[in-house]
């Protein structure tokens, strides 16, 4: 069983920083595909970024050159490192793990990310 556990939301002015944090517990972290999702009221839940095992990532178009994926496999920890925010950012963000090898998929809790214009 996988717990993931996020920390790093809240208020912020537009153009600027936030960094999320996901710590998991379990083990098999550093075989994961990891990734960052976003969820507005009434909307589905849409990738924003994610990172291979070997450190491959890709981005959403709307993130792209202003968010930065990275992780720890020492401290079974991904980050999601937000530079010049805007207020079309405003979401709950959640970390996903695709466990290896069964693929199943862990969530986190969510965190609040509100931009303010």
């Known amino acids: 069983q996988v717990q993931l556990v996020e920390s790093g939301g809240g208020l912020v002015q537009a153009g600027g920083t936030l960094r999320l944090s996901c710590t998991a517990s379990g083990s098999s972290f550093s075989l994961s595909a990891l990734g960052w999702y976003r969820q507005v009221p009434g909307k589905q839940r849409e990738l924003v970024t994610g990172i291979t095992a070997g450190q491959t990532t890709n981005y959403a178009d709307s993130v792209k050159g202003r968010f930065t994926i990275s992780r720890d496999n020492a401290k079974n920890t991904v980050y999601l490192q937000m530079n010049s925010l805007k207020p079309e950012d405003t979401a709950v963000y959640y970390c996903?793990?695709?466990?290896?090898?069964?693929?199943?998929?862990?969530w986190g809790q969510g965190t609040q990310v509100t931009v303010s214009a």
């Open positions: 996903q793990l695709n466990a290896w090898p069964s693929g199943y998929e862990y």
